[in-house]
């Protein structure tokens, strides 16, 4: 019983700590002038992703590299089947009012490029390298094109969540401690009683990474999402999945692999990395065509599929 609390106790602290370091540096890179949209898709994505990373990172210190795995693609898997599926089935998702082909099309490219690295398996740092290398490119044209919309629509304000100009220095300096400190806290009391309940049901600690630990660590983006489509802010929705995807593969797993090897089991090969690409792919028509938006019978399909999908990790492990 005491683990499950420590479970549970430590997911709380990594999302408390993750929402506070988010805060933290949206106020600090806005105060030193950095554009909005520069903010969003750099810091405001590390730290919604650092709960993810900072448990793959400890995973594979603790010895259990099948935990770090599975929670990126059990992630990247939840972020479209359950974090877009179950926010459609409170209210349509409008997707034709906005372009997210460009970011999408990366999003595609980057997890094709991971799943043919894992065949080379197991990742030690070169692909940690190149997965960072591709990381780079990927910012590096997200941050030109953001400069180019922030000058053709200069005139016009924009706002970032998290972000307050009333908000005094030294709260922003606490909340930047305090996420600092929290997240490792975190992460370690989560990625150790993950290890312990898979090691009391005889369940491997990639099934627990695919599962429990990228439910838990989809929250954030799920409460992102929630919220968007009560706001009835699609763009927010579909564009906090793909950037999260994004730097779920290319960021968490980058830094990971420079950590420490990092196996690749043959479920993951045969079925798992498959179905992550098969649930991205499900996009694929509310990205090209300005008819089609995400109701609440495809958030019926896609929340239907994610159970699917869990029942099926949980037999296979």
């Not at 506070?20 to 950095?34: K, M």
């Not at 750099?42 to 995973?59: C, K, R, W």
């Not at 997890?111 to 740092?125: D, M």
Request: proline share 4%; with cysteine.
């Amino acid at each position: 019983m005491l683990v499950w609390v420590t479970l549970v106790l430590g997911l709380g602290v990594l999302l408390i700590a993750g929402d506070l370091l988010v805060r933290g540096a949206v106020n600090v890179s806005l105060r030193l002038g950095v554009p909005a949209l520069i903010v969003s898709l750099t810091i405001v994505a590390f730290g919604t992703s650092a709960p993810e990373m900072l448990i793959s990172i400890d995973a594979v210190l603790s010895g259990a590299p099948g935990l770090a795995l599975g929670n990126v693609v059990g992630s990247n898997t939840a972020n479209v089947l359950l974090v877009l599926g179950a926010p459609a089935l409170i209210s349509k998702l409008h997707s034709a009012e906005f372009d997210t082909r460009r970011s999408y099309v990366m999003m595609i490219g980057v997890t094709l490029f991971f799943i043919a690295l894992c065949f080379f398996a197991p990742l030690t740092w070169w692909h940690g390298a190149a997965l960072l290398l591709v990381l780079s490119i990927v910012l590096f044209d997200q941050a030109r094109a953001a400069r180019a919309y922030r000058k053709k629509n200069a005139a016009e304000d924009e706002d970032v969540e998290g972000a307050d100009p009333t908000l005094p220095g030294w709260k922003i300096a606490l909340f930047l401690v305090l996420g600092l400190i929290g997240l490792p806290l975190g992460a370690s009391l989560f990625v150790d009683s993950a290890v312990e309940i898979a090691e009391q049901f005889g369940v491997s600690d990639s099934v627990i990474g695919l599962t429990l630990v990228a439910l838990g660590t989809s929250l954030p983006e799920l409460a992102t999402t929630v919220m968007a489509a009560i706001r009835r802010q699609a763009d927010v929705a579909i564009g906090n999945v793909i950037g999260s995807n994004i730097f779920n593969l290319a960021a968490i797993m980058g830094v990971t692999a420079l950590v420490g090897p990092v196996p690749v089991v043959w479920p993951f090969l045969a079925y798992d990395l498959w179905a992550m690409l098969g649930a991205s792919l499900l996009l694929i028509p509310f990205v090209f065509t300005k008819s089609r938006d995400l109701t609440r019978r495809w958030g019926a399909l896609l929340s239907v599929l994610y159970i699917l999908y869990i029942i099926m990790v949980v037999m296979h492990g």
